[in-house]
């Protein structure tokens, strides 16, 4: 895309970014945010459109205007989130909403066309504009996406959005944009209808100036290409069909958030008001609801979770004034085509990189290079990859099961069988064919020190704990231990960003970080059986609480024998407070494996489905076959507040840099509850004094488990908070 | 010693093939292009080559896909190489990986290319089926047609024979004699008998089951997941009998003379599937990217015959011709890897470059010489190992280095002979 301008500037405003232009009749409004890489809507940039606007309608030479971007591949990336943040009151919030209303409201009434040249992302108010254009045109670009992911922070879209969007695409599609914020590609856009036209980058801007200048005249423009099926009809077009579609949208969104999430359903209240009561009435709903939310604790919470990731982004990974330059990696090996082996393969590929996958026989390569096959077969299945750009990305996993190809990978991951002597055999053995490669292990239980022990250059060595399943979970944890060189940890965590991963890097010890906190969680679940609770109402207690799924059900889905190591490693190094519960090992001891095993605390089908708790279990616990009913906030509190208990330790010790890293940690890495913020923003939420109190009392009961952390109880003496 | 004249001395640093397999089995799915990707990709990964320092990629094909008929190309665009590695397509019937191999190693000793991947591949499974004459005809009249009434007129000309379709045939072009033909012509000309033919048969077989045994064959060999539902990896040749015995081969019948032929489906190779390509470089950069060479291409040749005279005995013709340019005689080379169409046509070719007759039509004094069994495809050849067209050629030099290398000798010959009545030679030596 060009962003000199044809023609005459007519107004420019530098310190928006903002400038108008005329060339032939048509006026151009380029937004180009100064010091920024994408544009975003604030308070300023308001009254310049206003102005600009005015002129366009007031000068007799312009027959209509376009709305660019004079940013290469973004077009209106949303709102400025700094400035939603300074809003402390509901009704600040209200009339902030009010604002865009008014100015799109504005917009959309202009006598004269305005045609959006969208190439880019237009995302929450930048589509709200492109929505209150009469005539939306954009490029056919993988770069060009429009979303309202407005709920995706606790919000809703607040200037126009919940009327607009479903009075251009429809009831359903609306919905499901709004309530999900999902991405929509250009393709598909054009396909349901939220834009007119698909072009070429190149011609963009020529296309768009003629189609200004056919509406000026009155010219007919082609239909929206929404074709809208008889089901949609009858749902849409009359009262009692919409009742049952509002109706199913909230029941199916309880059903998701469990009533942890307010926006959706506010969402579903501003569009429904707007059905009722017309337009008016709707943004009056919608202004209202945002207003409201911007200052709910959901918002805040999921907002700080935003500007975390945002600011992980760009961390080096090195502590302050350390400085190194990351290695560009282009080739890695991957020792053990196992289930992590080949996750973390299928992630490579998919950033491009060559990737030697070596195990110890043909069979269990060719598994490993399946599992990859599979996961871009559902990508083709989804259309998000073409069967070429499929058999591209596969080719570039090289199947081994000797080190030949080793030598020039800047980087080997092991996903080995977790044993120190086989670690030490591989790390021997890979710094022998490929001297100045990384090793980086994926253990989740053995210190990265005790493996780096056998290495001949141990600054090369670090630790990178994947999640399980690769493709899918967000974070990566990087080890380092104090002999880990500032270029290993630079380029392990530039290429983990890469790889599309939320990095954190901490500090080597046992559990790590996540391991470490999820730890005393997962104990106390076992010790609430062995005191006679039952499954379901643990795992449901803490699902209410807000993670995606109950300690139990986690520990059948990763496999009870991965739980089963980190075990004793963790008593040994923690003690009492880290002491596996009898009920656990007891059903390790039995066999039960989890899911994969179809036998755990559930029952699975043949088929691998889930069914009902496996009471068979209870004959393993103390408390044998009988079961007594515990409150679910009791086992709320005996499992989640160890969890903060041992976050705040991983602080104190050092394992963890910041509360920041602490929190994106937990929610990415074990799905601690995003609208809580985190451990450490929990703790402030409930303030640290509350915490130490109910620790303590705890701590009465089973005495050596909750010991409050002395960090925890500094900050509780002195009334402070984790995050400022 | 320079490869050709005062040009740039070409190392072969590694070769990788594709398992091959009979066609219409295990690698059907896979396309020729597939398959020289196949092989591609692992000689890149497994010579830890930097994609980004190949200059050239010239791939040979035989039997071309009709929609991506530059196979070289579409190779060449693996995401391993950047984009702007340029590449073309070669034939030279059964000798066309070896015409990718010379023409990249003629770019090199030119100075044009310092780092080169040549081979070949094709699929005997998928041959494109082509519409007969009259279908052809039809169609295109259709696809101008302005009108349905004109279209529909246009298909009523068909006649039922018009939707016969026609396959490619192993035939010549100029004679319309088939290859098991010409093979069976040879034996009659030279006399070679049924026996010494199965014979030599056996023997591929043999050897090749041994080189698969001891790992020789499949070092060579790139795994390749086995379709469709990719649940074992092909590591192996399937065309090779390890059990095969003599009496077995001799109860075969004649296939081209049913009544006093030689040749039969036991004594020739069969139809397959395969990729195959090896990684050249000039001596100088080779050195400076830290490789080892297996060898060096010494000399090289082609030569061709009256196709419809002895079609495959070109080799004959190619071999002193490379060997002078070389300056060797026969005697200097340790291991000779001889292509096997047919085991007529090997021992035909054995039987010419000892003979006064051909050593005088090569314009020679004396006969090039005896070739020693203990040195000829010593792992066996295209009878057992099988022949898919386009990738032989880089298959027997990359076996060819690997077994002087192994052996410790100085020099190797390779010869090809190739439809339309042409054959190859090529002299390697170590460093």
């Known amino acids: ?724 | 010693m320079p490869t050709f004249g005062t040009g740039r001395r070409v190392a072969i640093v590694a070769g990788v093939r594709t398992p091959f397999a009979r066609s219409g089995t295990l690698l059907k799915d896979y396309t020729a292009i597939d398959l020289g990707k196949l092989a591609v990709a692992e000689l890149v990964q497994r010579t830890a080559l930097d994609g980004a320092t190949v200059d050239l990629l010239v791939f040979g094909t035989v039997v071309p896909s009709v929609v991506a008929p530059n196979i070289a190309r579409e190779v060449s665009l693996l995401p391993h190489f950047p984009k702007t590695l340029q590449a073309y397509t070669v034939s030279r019937a059964c000798a066309s990986a070896n015409q990718a191999i010379t023409d990249a190693a003629d770019q090199i000793a030119l100075g044009h290319a310092h780092v080169a991947i040549a081979g070949g591949a094709e699929s005997l499974t998928q041959v494109p089926i082509l519409h007969s004459r009259g279908m052809s005809d039809v169609l295109v009249a259709a696809s101008k047609a302005k009108a349905l009434s004109q279209r529909l007129a246009i298909f009523a000309q068909l006649r039922p024979r018009d939707f016969i379709p026609i396959t490619p045939a192993i035939a010549e072009p100029s004679t319309g004699e088939s290859m098991g033909q010409s093979a069976e012509k040879m034996a009659k000309l030279n006399g070679i008998s049924r026996e010494s033919q199965d014979r030599f048969a056996l023997r591929s077989h043999l050897n090749a089951a041994a080189g698969t045994d001891d790992g020789r064959l499949t070092a060579e060999i790139v795994p390749v997941p086995a379709p469709p539902k990719f649940e074992a990896m092909i590591a192996t040749d399937n065309g090779v009998r390890r059990d095969s015995t003599y009496e077995q081969l001799a109860a075969l019948k004649p296939v081209f003379d049913r009544q006093y032929g030689t040749v039969t489906a036991g004594n020739a190779s069969p139809l397959t599937d395969g990729g195959a390509a090896v990684l050249l470089m000039s001596d100088e950069r080779a050195k400076a990217l830290g490789y080892i060479p297996l060898a060096y291409i010494r000399s090289y040749a082609y030569a061709a015959v009256d196709p419809g005279e002895q079609l495959l005995q070109a080799p004959v013709l190619a071999a002193p011709i490379a060997l002078a340019r070389a300056g060797l005689a026969l005697e200097d080379i340790d291991v000779i890897e001889m292509h096997e169409a047919f085991a007529a046509q090997v021992l035909s070719n054995i039987q010419g470059l000892a003979s006064k007759t051909w050593a005088a039509r090569a314009g020679l004094s004396a006969p090039v010489g005896d070739v020693d069994f203990e040195k000829l495809n010593v792992m066996g050849g295209s009878l057992s190992i099988g022949h898919p067209f386009g990738a032989t050629g880089a298959r027997v030099l990359t076996t060819l280095c690997n077994e002087l290398a192994r052996r410790g000798g100085q020099f190797g010959m390779l010869t090809v002979c190739a439809a339309g009545g042409m054959g190859h030679a090529m002299i390697v030596e170590r460093a």
Not at chain 1, 71 to 93: C, F, H, N
Not at chain 1, 137 to 144: G, L
């Open chain 1, 1 to 724: 895309m060009t962003t000199e301008t044809l023609g005459v500037v007519l107004m420019e405003d530098a310190a928006t970014g903002l400038r108008l232009s005329v060339h032939d009749g048509v006026a151009t409004v380029c937004y180009d945010q100064p010091d920024s890489p994408v544009n975003t809507l604030n308070t300023r940039v308001g009254p310049v459109f206003e102005q600009m606007f005015t002129r366009i309608e007031q000068d007799a030479s312009i027959v209509g205007a376009m709305l660019v971007s004079g940013k290469p591949d973004t077009w209106i990336a949303g709102a400025d989130i700094d400035e939603l943040r300074r809003v402390t009151t509901p009704l600040d919030g209200e009339t902030l909403s009010r604002g865009g209303q008014l100015l799109l409201n504005r917009l959309a009434a202009m006598p004269k066309p305005l045609v959006a040249a969208i190439h880019g992302a237009a995302l929450g108010g930048g589509l709200e504009i492109a929505l209150a254009c009469r005539y939306r045109i954009a490029t056919d670009h993988p770069k060009t996406v429009l979303a309202l992911p407005e709920v995706q922070l606790g919000l809703l879209p607040g200037a126009g959005g919940t009327q607009r969007l479903p009075r251009t695409v429809g009831l359903p599609a609306a919905l499901d944009m709004i309530l999900t914020g999902k991405t929509i590609r250009a393709k598909k856009a054009w396909q349901m209808g939220l834009v007119h036209e698909l072009v070429h980058p190149s011609i963009l801007r020529d296309v768009v100036a003629r189609r200004v200048r056919a509406l000026a005249r009155g010219d007919a423009m082609p239909l929206l290409a929404r074709k809208r099926r008889a089901s949609e009809v009858l749902l849409e077009d009359n009262a009692l069909g919409r009742t049952v579609v509002f109706r199913q949208a909230r029941a199916t969104v309880l059903k998701k958030t469990r009533g942890h999430y307010p926006a959706p359903l506010a969402a579903i209240d501003a569009i429904e008001a707007g059905y009722r009561h017309g337009e008016d009435a709707g943004l009056r709903e919608e202004a209202k609801r945002f207003g409201e939310l911007a200052v709910s604790d959901v918002c805040r919470e999921l907002v700080s979770i935003f500007f975390a990731t945002t600011a992980l982004k760009k961390d080096s990974g090195l502590p302050d004034g350390v400085t190194a330059e990351a290695v560009r990696v282009r080739k890695i090996g991957v020792l053990g085509a196992g289930f992590m082996g080949a996750g973390i393969a299928t992630v490579a590929v998919q950033a491009g990189t060559i990737v030697r996958l070596k195990d110890s026989s043909l069979d269990r390569v060719v598994a490993g290079w399946r599992a990859v096959r599979e996961v871009l077969r559902e990508r083709v299945n989804r259309r998000q990859l073409t069967r070429a750009q499929m058999d591209d990305t596969l080719s570039l996993v090289g199947g081994t099961i000797d080190y030949s190809g080793f030598a020039n990978a800047e980087l080997v991951i092991e996903a080995v069988f977790e044993d120190l002597a086989v670690k030490h055999a591989v790390l021997r053995e890979v710094q022998a064919v490929a001297p100045h490669a990384i090793f980086a292990s994926n253990t989740s239980t053995i210190p990265i020190r005790d493996i780096a022990a056998a290495a001949v250059h141990a600054d090369q060595v670090v630790g990178m704990h994947f999640f399980s399943p690769v493709h899918k979970m967000p974070l990566l944890e990087v080890i380092v231990t104090p002999e880990t060189s500032a270029q290993t940890t630079a380029t392990v965590v530039a290429y983990g960003r890469q790889l599309g991963k939320t990095v954190i890097v901490v500090r080597d010890g046992p559990g790590f970080y996540v391991n470490r906190i999820l730890a005393p969680y997962i104990n106390e679940s076992g010790k609430l059986l062995d005191d006679g609770a039952s499954i379901d109402a643990i795992d449901e207690a803490l699902v209410s609480f807000g993670f995606p799924v109950g300690p139990l059900t986690l520990l059948d889905e990763v496999g009870l024998d991965i739980a089963g190591k980190s075990g004793p490693i963790m008593a040994a190094a923690f003690g009492e407070r880290m002491r596996p519960s009898v009920t656990l090992q007891r059903v390790i001891e039995s066999g039960r494996l989890g899911r994969k095993a179809k036998r755990g605390f559930y029952r699975y089908s043949e088929q691998g489905k889930r069914e009902d708790v496996d009471k068979g279990v209870y004959a393993l616990t103390p408390a044998s076959g009988s079961r007594i009913a515990v409150a679910a906030e009791e086992i709320q509190r005996r499992t989640v507040l160890p969890m903060l208990n041992e976050a705040v330790r991983c602080l104190e010790d050092g394992i963890v840099r910041s509360p920041r890293d602490g929190d994106i940690g937990a929610v990415f890495g074990i799905g601690f509850p995003p609208f809580r913020g985190g451990p450490f923003r929990f703790i402030d939420a409930l303030g640290a004094a509350a915490v130490v109190k109910q620790l303590e009392e705890l701590e009465k009961r089973y005495p050596g488990r909750y010991e409050p952390a002395a960090m925890l109880r500094a900050k509780a003496t002195a009334g402070e908070r984790f995050h400022p």
